[in-house]
């Protein structure tokens, strides 16, 4: 089994910052996709980002260019880099772990940007 363990969300001015991390256990991390997905209240669960386990990187709808995903393999840890956040960013952030055989998702990290 796989556990997926997010941190680093908050409260946060509309303009601000905040880095989110999430730690996968187990040994499958390097050979998989990691991303980030969000929902925010009374919509659906939408991608933000990803990264394959070569390294390519994908984002959500014009989320690119102030959001930018990056992965530790030796960490076991992807992490989300949001910049120039806007209230609309508020969601719970969960992260995700797929492949072929693997279909995990942590927690959720809730996020709040205040106008």
């Known amino acids: 089994q796989v556990q997926l363990v997010e941190s680093g969300g908050g409260l946060v001015q509309a303009g601000g910052s905040l880095r989110l991390s999430c730690v996968a256990s187990?040994?499958?991390?390097?050979?998989?996709?990691v991303g980030w997905y969000r929902q925010a209240p009374g919509k659906q669960r939408e991608l933000v980002a990803g990264?394959?386990?070569?390294?390519?990187?994908y984002y959500g709808d014009s989320l690119k260019g102030r959001f930018t995903i990056s992965r530790d393999n030796a960490k076991n840890t992807v992490y989300l880099q949001m910049n120039s956040l806007k209230p609309e960013d508020t969601a719970v952030y969960y992260c995700?772990?797929?492949?072929?055989?693997?279909?995990?998702w942590g927690q959720g990290t809730s996020v709040t940007v205040s106008s």
């Open positions: 187990g040994s499958i991390f390097s050979i998989n996709a």
């Open positions: 995700h772990l797929g492949g072929p055989e693997a279909d995990y």
């Open positions: 990264v394959t386990s070569g390294g390519n990187t």
